[in-house]
Every structure is written in structure tokens, then in C-alpha cells.
């Protein structure tokens, strides 16, 4: 990864100059397209690249040479860049179905550019977190032998995690899902169990996070303890939805834990950074905000305090 460090929105809008046609759509199904115009219609068509490369011919162009700059033909655009240019020759379209067939050709158009786009997004993003799983694994080992990762559960302590976050903030990196994560009754468990048990159930809920992370396709999360009962969770480029299947997935997995004494339970609050403008401090205090929410709903549904407490029949 470059060590300049380049700003998810920044690289969308640059990078789209890198890509070609055959990079975003596939290119015998694009001409079968064509060919169906043609075949039916009578349309010849001509694709070129954006420098004017003839790509393929759909009919008679003869002796035609492209020339992009000052007759660019339908441009396809990709983030405002041209990345092909289809010409259309309607000399053997019927005049009663000219604008049918000119239709038709624009919401080809239209289609063409907007898989593009879809495409070339989707293809930045697995580059761009891929790249930021590369460094942020270079930072974890570093962080691991440098004496940075919270020595108790191995995920990042306060101060790594802040760096962790500074780094996306300053990468421009939206969405990212800002997760708060508090233990149920913490204190409790160290009080009647002592704190070999309740640095178990730390432990245990850290272990949790990772792993349903790295279920969910997000190795990328970023997971740090902030306090001694406190985690937070950054997930980069996630989805509501997807950040939203991770919370319910650690809750659940907290509910579905088997032990003679531990119960674990986790409060949990999410909140969506869509904007680079927002700061991530302001997001974190709103999704604490969610987790106290969160908190009161689960500290008084049936049967918590039963749960919580059946370590104690066995103590």
C-alpha cells in the first residue's frame, strides 16, 4: 500500500482513467445486445475504447474511422470519465421505427453505463479493503509486539483503536458502521465470582466479537477495548444492514453461550458514519447514547436477572 494515503471518495473519482471495457462489462454479451439491434432493426453499431480503438462492429462501417475527440458518437461514462464510445448508423432502420430503435439504443446506453458504474465501485471497493485489511494486519502485528493490544483479550487497546480510527477518518472511508459495546453486569460477575471469572467473561466477549467478524466476511472490523467492560467496533464500508446482522449476531451468540457460571450479556449500540464530515467522536457519543438505550430494554426483559444470577446456586 502507498504510504500516501489517498481518500476512499478521492480514488473513486480518479481511478476510473485505469479501467477499460472488457474491466467492466462482459464483452460477447454486450455484443449479443447489439447484434440483437441489428439483426431485428437493422442497426449497425461500432464500440471503441475511449481512445478510439475499434472494439467491435455490429454491420457496415466500411472504410469509418472513430474519431472520439470531435465526433465522439454515445459516450459511455464512468464517474464523469468516458470509457467507450458506441457510434450507431441507422441507414437500414426503417423510418417508421427510427425512434423505437433510437430508444431502444439509449436504454441500452443508459444500462451499459450504469453496470459500469456498478462494476467499476464494486471492483475499487475489494481493492480498496483489501488494502486496508493489508495495512491495518501491518498495524496489528505491530501494534501486538509493540505492546499496543490490550494484553487481556489481544484486540486493540484504547490507544491503538484511536489510531485505527484516525486512519479512516483521514482515508474518508464511508460508510463505517461506529458500534458501542458494553458488558451487562460486569461488576457483578467480579463481585460474586472474583477476577479470574470476570476477566473470563472479557475474554469471552472479545473472543465473540472477533469471531462473528470474521464470520460476516469483515476481517477488516476494527475492534478495540476502550474501557475495562467497553469495546468498540468500527467496521468500514459496511452496510446498515450488514452492521445491523452483526450486532443481532454477537448479541445472540452472548444469549447462546453454555457455562456453569457465566452469563454473558451485551449491550449494544450502532450508529452509521455516512458522511466525511461527520466526526467520529460525535458518532461513537451516539451510539453510546443507543447502547444505554439498548441496556435498559435487556437489563429488564424476563429472565435476565435469572440468567445473570444461576452461577450463584452453583458457587
Known amino acids: ?42 442497426l449497425d453499431t461500432l464500440m471503441t475504447d475511449r481512445h478510439g480503438t475499434i472494439l467491435m462492429t455490429i454491420g457496415d462501417f466500411g472504410g469509418f474511422k472513430p474519431d472520439v475527440v470531435n465526433k465522439p458518437g454515445n459516450k459511455i461514462r464512468v464517474k464523469g470519465r468516458t470509457v467507450c464510445h458506441i457510434y450507431a448508423k441507422y441507414d437500414n432502420v426503417a423510418a417508421e421505427r427510427f425512434e423505437d430503435v433510437n430508444k ?28 486496508l485489511e ?8 505491530q501494534a501486538k509486539h509493540s505492546g499496543q493490544n490490550d ?51 472479557i475474554v469471552t466477549v472479545a473472543e465473540i466479537l472477533k469471531d462473528k467478524a470474521a464470520a460476516s466476511g469483515m476481517e477488516h472490523a476494527v475492534i478495540g477495548r476502550v474501557e475495562g467492560d467497553v469495546f468498540h467496533v468500527l467496521l468500514p464500508l459496511a452496510e446498515e444492514d450488514a452492521a445491523k446482522e452483526y450486532c443481532d449476531g454477537i448479541q445472540q451468540a452472548c444469549e ?21 464530515e461527520e466526526s467520529f467522536k460525535n458518532i461513537l457519543s451516539d451510539a453510546e447514547y443507543a447502547m444505554l438505550e439498548n441496556k435498559f430494554t435487556m437489563k429488564n426483559a424476563p429472565g435476565y436477572k435469572e440468567r445473570l444470577e444461576k452461577g450463584l446456586k452453583k458457587a
Not at 16 to 36: C, H, I, R, W
Not at 104 to 127: F, N, P, R
Not at 176 to 199: K, L, M, Q
Request: glycine share 4%; aromatic share 10%; proline share 3%.
Open 1 to 42: 500500500m502507498n504510504d500516501k494515503k489517498t481518500a476512499f471518495g478521492q480514488r473513486i473519482e480518479q481511478n476510473s482513467k485505469n479501467y477499460y471495457p472488457k474491466d467492466l462489462f462482459d464483452m460477447k454479451t454486450a455484443e449479443v445486445m447489439l447484434g440483437q439491434l441489428h439483426k431485428i432493426f437493422g
Open 104 to 131: 431502444l439504443l439509449g436504454a441500452y446506453i443508459e444500462t451499459l453505463e450504469d453496470y459500469s458504474e456498478k462494476s467499476y465501485l464494486a471492483s475499487e471497493q475489494a481493492v480498496y479493503i483489501d488494502e
Open 134 to 141: 493489508q495495512q491495518l494486519e501491518k498495524e496489528t502485528y
Open 151 to 201: 494484553p487481556l483479550t489481544g484486540v486493540l487497546n484504547r490507544n491503538c483503536f484511536i489510531s485505527h480510527m484516525k486512519e479512516l477518518a483521514e482515508r474518508e472511508v464511508v460508510p463505517t458502521a461506529a458500534i458501542c459495546v458494553n458488558i451487562n453486569d460486569w461488576r457483578f460477575v467480579d463481585n460474586n465470582f472474583g477476577e479470574e471469572e470476570s476477566d473470563r467473561l
Open 256 to 276: 447462546r453461550f453454555e457455562d456453569a457460571i457465566l452469563a454473558p450479556s451485551i449491550a449494544v449500540g450502532c450508529v452509521m458514519r455516512t458522511n466525511v
